[in-house]
């Protein structure tokens, strides 16, 4: 089998986060996975990267900037105000407000954009982040213990290079948060293949095929329990097949969800490891750049065997690892056996009921037999250079992506620190806010967002039941206890660059003006004339605006550099 370039994308700290004690989602396992990887000698094979940690403005990308804010924000002590009496950001006890909750968010954002870079930059053919995967997380809400969507972050870094991107899920959940994200675009295609019936989170029928542009390239896979390896082949070889021949993919993001083994806690399949390294080798073989992540996987002796194991198939040596576990720190959690092996057992099938299988493969077939085959991309829709440079700054790409998102960054911290101020000097807001009545995209950049509707329900990961979530004014009644959040905007600050002046300026805060810049003059003199190309290019900000000189009575204490 010939060689593939593996880069490993592993943080130290990720396994020292903690949801709650008795939560079923342990970081700790990214831990004990690593460890046996090293135990195996397999590091050294691979190009080992601590990958950046991704930045507030990177996980904007696809989340709402109200959101993120909230993230970056929240702590166990303050997380019943923020979320309004958990009417809004989190969902019930599946996503809790744990200590560390940001930065174990941009370890796994981190993680998938760096593994979706080091495929564009042609660095490596397999990049693998087993603390990524975490595809319920939507745009401007956590779900079933998933906060960021680093799937959806790592593929939007894809598509900046490839025409068209497969993403399978074998998560034993719906891949409902990154099927979303991409439900009305042909640049995507997703597959999920999943428990569905009763089950978290409660989408993902054949029915649900995309919309719009988008319409036959979201591709579900429902499933009952039990299903084991050779009823889930059965289906999986023939729609893959199908999909690669019809769709014909640049590149492959494989979500590796270990809740489909046998035994897992939360799931309800039987999956043995070999089965589900199945689909690993399988493609390995199709050698299109491929991304491996992790997900959901709550028995986590077996989850840390199974991407062990995977980590292997990617390098192509899985026939040379010794099944008897090598000695690590976690040794103890591997008994009786202590082998690399996780078992089937005797859970009845019931995908071989009234020939279940052939009527969803039948289905599928037919939804891959009606789309476009390969859908072209216009080149305007691919921009090789960087966001910096595809706006026109720069020379290079490293220096016009310095220089956008620095400027952005910037901006973004100014915003925030003015809603700071302004919340904190302005009372009578709290009682003439009134919410719009429309904009259910919320995208709209003069119209506030809708709240939520009263009424709004959620499922719960950890038993299936559906909950009431109380609606947002009963939490608004409650947090106006503290301060009501309001005028969250981000990018459409009131704040402007006044030319007289030379300085930011808010309208009725007279003489108000930017906190203190942080570079250095002699960078100052080296940017001068540069305002003007940022202005053009619909940056509202220029630098020289973040830069000015800081008077007595700048708002804030500065920024946070
Ligand atoms: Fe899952």
């Known amino acids: 089998m010939s060689k593939r370039r593996v880069a490993y994308c592993y943080d130290n700290d990720v396994g020292a986060f903690t949801y709650a004690t008795t939560h079923p989602m342990k970081p700790h396992r990214m831990r004990i996975t690593h460890d046996l990887i090293s135990a195996y000698g397999m590091l050294e094979q691979m190009h080992v990267i601590r990958p950046k940690r991704a930045s507030p403005e990177a996980m904007t990308a696809f989340h709402t900037d109200e959101y993120i804010n909230f993230l970056s924000r929240v702590t166990p002590e303050t997380h019943m105000e923020l979320t309004y009496h958990q009417t809004r950001f989190l969902t019930l006890d599946d996503n809790p407000a744990f200590e560390g909750l940001y930065e174990f968010c941009s370890i796994s954002a981190g993680g998938s954009i760096d593994a979706a870079k080091r495929l564009a930059s042609g660095a490596s053919d397999i990049a693998i982040n087993w603390a990524g995967g975490l595809h319920h997380a939507k745009k401007r809400e956590a779900s079933g213990f998933c906060y960021i969507n680093d799937i959806v972050l790592g593929i939007l870094e894809l598509l900046r290079t490839y025409a068209r991107v497969l993403y399978v899920d074998i998560d034993c959940h719906h891949g409902d948060g990154v099927e979303e994200a991409f439900y009305t675009t042909d640049r995507v295609m997703t597959c999920s293949i999943h428990k569905h019936g009763d089950f978290f989170p409660g989408t993902g029928t054949q029915n649900d095929i995309g919309k719009g542009k988008g319409k036959g390239y979201s591709v579900n896979i429902p499933l009952q329990d039990g299903i084991a390896d050779e009823s889930f082949r059965s289906i999986f070889d023939p729609v893959m097949g199908k999909i690669l021949d019809v769709y014909q993919p640049s590149v492959v993001v494989l979500q590796c969800g270990a809740d489909s083994l046998a035994g897992d806690k939360l799931g309800c399949f039987n999956l043995t490891m070999h089965g589900h390294a199945y689909c690993v080798q399988y493609f390995r073989k199709v050698n299109l750049p491929l991304i491996l992540l992790g997900g959901g996987g709550y028995t986590v002796k077996n989850v840390a065997r199974a991407w062990t194991y995977e980590t292997a198939c990617a390098l192509g040596i899985e026939d040379t690892l010794d099944t008897n576990l090598p000695w690590t720190e976690f040794f103890d959690w591997f008994g009786p056996r202590y082998r690399l092996e996780v078992s089937g057992n005797n859970m009845v099938d019931a995908n071989l009921k009234d020939n279940a299988l052939d009527r969803i493969r039948t289905a599928a077939m037919k939804q891959l037999n009606d789309i476009q085959p390969a859908p072209s991309v216009g080149m305007h829709d691919v921009p090789r250079e960087s966001v910096g440079q595809h706006l026109g700054f720069g020379k290079d790409e490293e220096e016009g992506r310095d220089a956008l998102d620095e400027s952005v960054a910037q901006h973004a911290r100014l915003v925030y620190n003015l809603q700071e101020a302004d919340l904190a000097s302005d009372d009578s807001d709290a009682e003439s806010y009134r919410w719009d009545s429309d904009d259910s995209m919320g995208s709209s950049s003069r119209r506030r967002r809708r709240h939520p509707r009263p009424g709004k329900k959620r499922m719960s990961i950890m038993n299936n039941q559906v909950y009431d979530i109380p609606s947002y004014e009963n939490g608004f009644e409650y947090a106006v206890s503290g301060k009501p959040e309001t005028r969250r905007r981000f990018f459409q600050s009131v704040a402007r660059w006044d030319a007289r002046y030379q300085k930011v300026v808010i309208p009725g805060l007279a003489g108000q003006t930017l906190p203190r810049a942080t570079?250095?003059?002699?960078?100052?003199?080296?940017?001068?004339?540069?305002?003007?190309?940022?202005?053009?290019?619909?940056?509202?900000?220029?630098?020289?605006?973040?830069?000015?000189?800081?008077?007595?009575d700048d708002l804030g204490s500065g920024m946070d550099e």
């Open 519 to 552: 570079r250095s003059r002699s960078e100052e003199s080296d940017d001068e004339g540069e305002d003007d190309d940022v202005a053009q290019n619909g940056v509202t900000l220029g630098k020289r605006a973040v830069q000015s000189d800081y008077d007595e």
